[in-house]
């Protein structure tokens, strides 16, 4: 049974908590992320990109997902990440999973509005929730994206293309990036208050590696409920990765269970540190 990811970081809103949602790359990151939210009983949302769901493909994910998360005593929702392509939303709306981000964002906004109540429609029909970007979040991330702005909208626009739609989370642009930042980021809390003012709809902080604890506690003190998290599982298991290899070739032992249960540990440290400044820890 997944879990509701509407349900999940409703909660998380009413409570003053962000529920972590951690993009997943395999087997073992999503082992170790799992096995983080358990270690401290934190609500957890598996987060798959494009990419990888069309790497391992719908089926395998979602057996590689009930199988890392059955009889765990945390609630953990399965949510397909930054999507433009509607076949692949298709796939895995079919297949039950939690919840989509529809990212129609490289659209205008006549587009963007209509494909987004279509995609509401198919997928609460289905039981799966849909968040919603409609104006980009800077960056690429596993090839989805873009570096510069494309477009932006006031929150009034926002909050109402989410009422015409019908969308259950908003990811609005709140001055962060994907990827690791190069500079500071401008950070922008008071659109989120502003957002919280006009609707009920969660809202999402994406690009949240690199930001430090203080700027996640001022993102949810302001009404943000679910960060999402992928950079940081990357970095931590390809560093680990590299640092194991260098190990093995300097002592001529190439035993890849070894590397794997080093890359577990890295990818779950990283991520238990996120859930305690999220404040989700304590809370399943």
């Known amino acids: 049974m997944f879990a509701s990811t509407l349900e999940l970081v409703r909660r998380g809103r009413e409570q003053g908590y962000a529920v972590p949602a951690v993009n997943v790359l395999d087997d073992l990151s999503l082992r170790a992320v799992v096995a983080a939210a358990v270690a401290v009983r934190?609500?957890?949302?598996?987060?798959?990109?494009v990419k990888t769901v069309r790497s391992i493909g719908t089926e395998l994910t979602t057996t590689m997902f009930r199988l890392a998360t059955r009889d765990q005593p945390v609630p953990i929702a399965l949510h397909l990440d930054h999507c433009p392509?509607?076949?692949?939303?298709?796939?895995?709306?079919?297949?039950?999973?939690?919840?989509?981000?529809?990212d129609a964002s490289d659209r205008d906004l006549a587009t963007a509005e209509r494909e987004t109540a279509e995609v509401v429609a198919q997928a609460h029909a289905a039981g799966v929730d849909v968040e919603s970007e409609i104006e980009n979040i800077i960056g690429v991330e596993d090839g989805v994206g873009s570096d510069v702005a494309l477009h932006a909208y006031t929150v009034e626009e926002l909050a109402a293309v989410a009422e015409r739609t019908g969308v259950d989370l908003l990811a609005p642009q709140l001055g962060t990036a994907h990827g690791e930042y190069r500079?500071?980021?401008?950070?922008?809390?008071?659109?989120?208050?502003a957002l919280?003012?006009?609707?009920?709809r969660p809202v999402v902080?994406?690009?949240?590696?690199?930001?430090?604890?203080d700027d996640f506690r001022t993102f949810?003190?302001?009404?943000?409920?679910?960060i999402n998290i992928s950079t940081a599982v990357k970095t931590s298991y390809m560093r680990s990765a590299e640092k194991h290899l260098a190990w093995a070739r300097e002592n001529g032992k190439?035993?890849?269970?070894?590397?794997f249960r080093d890359i577990s540990s890295a990818v779950q440290a990283a991520i238990t540190t996120h859930l305690e400044e999220f404040g989700s820890a304590g809370r399943a």
């Open 220 to 226: 949810i003190e302001a009404g943000v409920s679910k």
């Open 42 to 49: 934190s609500p957890l949302i598996v987060q798959i990109s």
């Open 183 to 193: 500079s500071a980021p401008v950070l922008r809390p008071d659109r989120v208050r």
């Open 85 to 102: 392509d509607r076949a692949v939303i298709d796939d895995v709306v079919a297949a039950g999973w939690s919840s989509v981000l529809f």
């Open 205 to 213: 902080l994406h690009g949240g590696t690199g930001l430090s604890a």
């Open 254 to 259: 190439w035993d890849p269970p070894s590397m």
């Open 196 to 200: 919280v003012a006009l609707t009920d």
